[in-house]
């Protein structure tokens, strides 16, 4: 498998909470914010923005798996938002539901997200 060098973003979705499809897209929505502002400064942020700031929804079965894809990406040295929710809606509060790593390189991101299936 060839892993391209494009600079992107990775949201990772649990998939245990039952969150309804908005539910889900407002928190790839938060990731994809909290990245962007939290990175604005980065190298590979320019790149991501050039690029049309591609994005990839991954998907984890539960809240151990993220917290081990978290570690691993923080461990690699890239970028990690991870999203918190209020607990106004359908999780309680605080539940992490997801998180984004990067804008970083493919290269950079896929000995952290190659193994996870899309969402």
């Known amino acids: 498998m060839t892993v ?14 039952g969150m309804g499809k908005g539910k889900i897209a407002a928190q790839a929505a938060h990731a994809a914010v909290a990245a962007a502002m939290a990175n604005v400064r980065a190298p590979a942020f320019a790149d991501w923005w050039r690029a ?10 539960d809240e151990d798996t993220l917290g081990l894809v978290v570690a691993a990406a923080e461990e690699a ?42 969402l």
């Open 4 to 17: 391209s060098a494009e600079t992107r973003l990775v949201i990772v979705m649990r998939t245990d909470l």
């Open 77 to 118: 040295g890239l970028p990690v938002e991870v999203v918190h929710d209020a607990g106004r809606t359908q999780v309680a509060a605080g539940t992490a539901t997801c998180c984004a790593i990067g804008p970083a390189r493919g290269a950079d991101l896929h000995p952290v997200t190659g193994s996870l299936s899309l």
């Open 52 to 61: 049309g700031q591609p994005k990839v929804v991954l998907k984890v079965p």
